[in-house]
């Protein structure tokens, strides 16, 4: 399967611990994305890189939030110092950046903070 | 900013019913709109995608939705849904239409149980 990948799937954490996420996107596709999504809710929208220039951040990445895409590739999302309040899924997408630039999504990281 | 709402939080039909999944977005400029589903314990696929053209948009497994600019509306269809259509539904907008602006928005979902 060449979808987009993340890891890990589950993460259990204590309120204050550090946490980061990897996401692999397709391998041809130039754009990374991710989102956020609680239950009852749609994905929220968090940050998009072209290739490795992050391009956009939401105002709900706040700044214990991190991501980056060093090589253009894989992405990491980082918590620092998590909340309660930050429990959720974590989604990734990427899209190729041409035609009609649909982004796919993979199966996302789901934090618990205790 | 744009948003987008969609008119029921929990849909249940029997099979063979007929489906309409509402939704309205807010902006006043070009969009591209979206139907993504969530089958239980799967990862978001695209249903069905909207760009420019015939309003009418035919998507996977017998979907279709209709683009109504003047209603600001996507509105989902199916005449005949079956009980592996149970899932969660998003609409979607993206404002634009240069794929330098990706932000995409979207509703907070619809979900559809059907029972057989």
């Known amino acids: 399967d060449t979808g987009v990948s993340q890891d890990p799937r589950h993460k259990i954490t204590k309120r204050g611990q550090n946490v980061t996420f990897r996401c692999d996107p397709i391998?041809?596709?130039?754009?990374l994305y991710w989102y956020r999504q609680t239950l009852g809710q749609g994905p929220e929208f968090l940050t998009y890189f072209q290739n490795e220039a992050q391009l956009e951040k939401s105002r709900l990445l706040s700044d214990r939030f991190s991501a980056e895409r060093p090589k253009g590739s894989f992405s990491t999302l980082e918590i620092q110092r998590t909340e309660q309040g930050d429990s959720a899924m974590y989604l990734c997408a990427s899209s190729s950046g041409t035609g009609l630039n649909e982004q796919f999504f993979g199966p996302g990281t789901r934090l618990t903070v205790l | 900013a744009q948003s987008v709402s969609q008119h029921n939080h929990h849909v249940i039909l029997s099979e063979a019913a007929s489906l309409e999944l509402g939704c309205n977005y807010s902006y006043g400029g070009t969009v591209n709109l979206f139907w993504y589903v969530q089958y239980p314990g799967q990862h978001l696929q695209l249903l069905l995608k909207y760009f420019s053209g015939d309003p009418l948009v035919k998507g996977i497994k017998g979907f279709e939705a209709e683009f109504i600019k003047s209603k600001f509306s996507f509105n989902l269809r199916k005449p005949s849904v079956q009980w592996s259509d149970t899932a969660e539904y998003f609409c979607a907008v993206k404002a634009g239409t240069k794929t330098s602006y990706d932000k995409v928005i979207f509703g907070p979902g619809t979900s559809l149980s059907v029972i057989p």
């Open positions: 391998s041809e596709h130039n754009r």
